[in-house]
């Protein structure tokens, strides 16, 4: 029952958001003001199920993990400027754009890579990494990009993504791994709980800016999609120049195209409060980029050498 409802994560999300359209006073109040405290629980959660010893195989080829980390910070946050600037998005609108491809990797794209028979060590590996130097390189990247047009305080960002991601992450890798075996029963749960606390997330977002969203929602939906598509089709060509196997390949396309989108909301939410629409762009993303890498399952075939490659990182 547990697998089924983790399965229909998009599902959820999108029942959410409607619900909040429709009903705002739900998500508000108390909800409202907990954002930063839900993703704190949902980086907990994904913490206690995260195996770092499959990634361990992926070390002895260091440069394709470095590459594809440099990939996901050049391509989603360029391809997000690019656009902003394109289609002459409003600064807070942009600002939400840009956010959104500064972000790293999101954590979910790793059992993606492996619905899409990808190379599961290799989305974990690249996962880790983009999320330990986020702190860092997010406010860095959001900073350089639109610093000119809004002021991004760069200290105040990093302490919250080390605060809200960081911290409840290693807790629950911390709790995996002092309680592994009296643990290990009650691992299913753990993602569920994350899941909700994205969905409660996701409808605070909608529900903060219903006016906003019958007024751009369409455009703002166009962009998130194009973004994703840019990061999928930039990661898989990258994986071509880097010379990855199919499943490399696959892997670098989920793992770039996704995004951590729920660090983008409470960035938006925490330090951008004058930027009305600064949190919609990732909460529309959180929901398309998952439907967007489902796409990938639909392979029809495991080669071999793909086989072989799920096991050697590459």
């Known amino acids: ?10 599902l959820w999300v999108i029942l959410g958001a409607v619900t909040a359209y429709f009903h705002p006073w739900i998500f508000l109040g108390f909800l409202s003001e907990q954002v930063t405290l839900f993703f704190g629980i949902t980086m907990f959660g994904i913490g206690v199920t995260l195996e770092l010893g499959q990634a361990a195989q992926t070390l002895r080829r260091p440069d394709k993990i470095i590459l594809g980390t440099v990939a996901q910070f050049t391509i989603m946050p360029f391809s997000s400027y690019f656009l902003a600037e394109l289609f002459h998005l409003r600064p807070d609108l942009a600002l939400g754009l840009i956010i959104t491809g500064c972000v790293p990797g999101a954590m979910s794209s790793n059992v993606l890579s492996y619905l899409a028979r990808g190379d599961v ?12 130097v986020s702190p860092w390189v997010t406010p860095a990247l959001t900073l350089f990009l639109i610093g000119n047009r809004v002021d991004v305080q760069y200290v105040a960002m990093m302490m919250t993504i080390i605060n809200s991601v960081i911290l409840p992450l290693a807790a629950g890798m911390a709790v995996r791994k002092l309680f592994q075996r009296r643990i290990k029963p009650f691992l299913e749960i753990f993602p569920t709980i994350s899941i909700a606390a994205i969905v409660v997330i996701c409808s605070v977002v909608v529900a903060r800016n219903v006016d906003l969203i019958r007024e751009a929602s369409l455009s703002i939906f166009y962009l998130v999609v194009l973004l994703n598509v840019a990061g999928m089709l930039g990661g898989y060509v ?8 199919e499943a490399g390949k696959r ?7 996704m995004q951590n989108a729920g660090m983008g909301v409470i960035l938006a939410l ?5 930027q009305a629409g600064a949190a919609l762009p990732s909460a529309i993303f959180a929901t398309w980029c998952i439907v967007s890498a489902s796409l990938f399952t639909l392979t029809p075939y495991r080669s071999k050498n793909e086989k072989t490659a799920q096991q050697s990182g590459g």
């Open 1 to 10: 029952m547990l697998r089924l409802i983790n399965r229909l994560f998009p």
């Open 270 to 274: 925490t330090h951008f409060k004058d």
């Open 251 to 257: 892997t670098l396309a989920i793992e770039i195209g």
């Open 238 to 245: 990258f994986g071509i120049l880097i010379r990855l196997s």
């Open 121 to 132: 060590p290799y989305s974990i590996a690249l996962t880790t990494l983009s999320t330990l």
